[in-house]
């Protein structure tokens, strides 16, 4: 594992946002803007815009502000946004489907190279031009292609089955929508999207916000 | 908005996770478990679940252990899933479709009652049973129906809108999936999802376990 230096966790969580802001700026043809200003949008203080960044070196230049394209530019590289990954998405129910329209990530250089289910009315389909292979050919086909990233949509059930067939495949990360927490090992790394834990905080804060 | 106590953010966050683990021990008929056990399934200290546990209470008797089903119970009701919620879906596309379908949620009490889009070609469906409704009726039918909780699935132009009329309709909590941050006052819970922040993390984390 790579050095990674003095940057917390918790920065690097605030990247994408600051990214997705940067990237509203570009849009909007801002060339430069102050922490103030950043902070007035993001909603961090501007104080800690400044700490976070600093651990990337000084993008900022006092009186000046930062260069929002530079800005966006080296965020995107810390990321790891500058290369392409190659995706495959495991079970292909509608999340899975939703996942692989999903063409916003395809802008961003993450390409969903093939899709896999057991049910035998979804193989052979066609999403977003990619076919749905049978499950049984997933060992084959992760030996032939080197895949980055594996997306797991199964049921809770098969979801480890699944992890152990990505990495034994050599996948590189693993991005988890099955409501379960997977044992994947030291070189693999692990996102986990998990909707039912979401929607229980919301119930949470619901709750807490009325009389 | 009610005192939560001591009760921390990052406590919160967590029971969902304690919950989960849980309700798989009710499953295969574990009665009680100690810390310690607990401490090897879910990964965190021993120390850290005593500790989470104890605010709310002791469950935990020394010796014995937690009573599983009625930490499961106790877990559930500060979370608020003793009770239901009634949701509405705005943005039919594959992701807002496959929510509507991801009946997990209907067994802890998370209702689809109504579902919306602006799309002619998709209102007039019926989704899971539920019928998609046009978009220019979701004034009225949030003025005549008592909705907790909106879930945000159009793409990030439109959430902003759609947020404004969830909170003019009353409801207590957005589940927003739109990549934007809302602004939606302090009336209303929030929760986001955003899919391409998680996604990035996965891609910073995959680069920094390289060699």
Redesign the interface.
């Known amino acids: 594992?790579?050095e990674?230096g003095k940057i917390s966790k918790a920065v690097?969580?605030r990247?994408?946002?600051y990214?997705?802001y940067l990237e509203d700026l570009m849009k909007k043809d801002v060339d430069r803007i102050s922490s103030n200003e950043l902070s007035n949008l993001?909603?961090y203080t501007a104080s800690q815009i400044r700490q976070d960044l600093n651990n990337f070196g000084g993008f900022g230049q006092q009186g000046y502000g930062y260069n929002v394209k530079a800005l966006h530019a080296e965020i995107s590289k810390?990321?790891?946004?500058d290369r392409d990954?190659k995706m495959i998405i495991v079970g292909c129910?509608?999340?899975g489907?939703?996942?692989a329209?999903?063409t916003?990530?395809y802008k961003?250089g993450?390409i969903v190279c093939g899709m896999f289910d057991i049910n035998p009315r979804l193989v052979g389909l066609s999403i977003n031009d990619i076919e749905v292979m049978d499950y049984s050919a997933l060992d084959e086909y992760l030996e032939q292609n080197q895949i980055?990233?594996g997306i797991i949509c199964t049921n809770k059930g098969s979801a480890q089955e699944v992890a152990d067939k990505l990495v034994m495949g050599k996948v590189?990360?693993i991005?988890n929508f099955a409501?379960?927490?997977l044992e994947v090992g030291e070189?693999?790394?692990?996102?986990n999207?998990?909707?039912?834990?979401?929607?229980?905080?919301?119930?949470?804060?619901?709750?807490?916000?009325?009389?």
């Open positions: 594992m790579k990674t690097i969580k990247l994408p946002r990214r997705r993001i909603g810390i990321l790891g946004l990954y129910g509608n999340l489907q939703a996942l329209n999903y916003h990530y961003a993450f980055d990233i590189k990360g991005w409501a379960v927490d070189e693999v790394a692990l996102e999207v998990h909707l039912s834990d979401s929607l229980q905080s919301l119930a949470y804060n619901i709750n807490h916000k009325e009389d």
